[in-house]
């Protein structure tokens, strides 16, 4: 039996493992196909000839960070919804976020209900 969500593809990108994991799981666990990339650059590896319906992108990472890659998204894809997700979720970083294209800010740590909250809320926005 198919889910609503077989067969759409998320990407998720973080520089935390653990991050990945919970995330692969809760999403996989809705039926989502999930596809992890430690780093903006590794993602920008995956893009090209990938469909996703959706990413989640850690804000802060080592080189470069999440609003480099949400940027280069939207330039091709500006109706891809994005959640960003941020441990530090200062109104700075909020505007900064929002201004740049982000769908939905989602503060960390979240629960698996926020996490999926956030995801919908960005593809209803989209």
């Keep these: 039996m198919m889910t609503v969500n077989e067969k759409a593809m998320i990407l998720v990108v973080d520089d935390d493992p653990i991050v990945l994991q919970s995330c692969r799981m809760?999403?996989?666990g809705e039926g989502?196909?999930?596809v992890l990339a430690s780093s903006v650059d590794e993602a920008l590896e995956i893009l090209p000839g990938?469909?996703?319906r959706a990413i989640l992108v850690d804000l802060k990472m080592?080189?470069?960070d999440g609003m480099h890659?949400?940027?280069r998204v939207l330039k091709e894809r500006p109706d891809l919804p994005i959640v960003m997700m941020t441990g530090f979720s200062t109104p700075e970083t909020i505007r900064e976020g929002y201004r740049k294209g982000a769908s939905v800010l989602l503060p960390k740590p979240f629960t698996p209900d926020e996490l999926l909250g956030a995801l919908a809320?960005?593809?209803n926005k989209k």
Aim: no cysteine; hydrophobic share 45%.
């Design 69 to 71: 890659l949400v940027e």
């Design 121 to 123: 809320k960005a593809l």
């Design 50 to 52: 990938r469909s996703f």
């Design 62 to 64: 080592p080189r470069r």
């Design 32 to 34: 989502y196909g999930v």
């Design 26 to 28: 809760v999403l996989e």
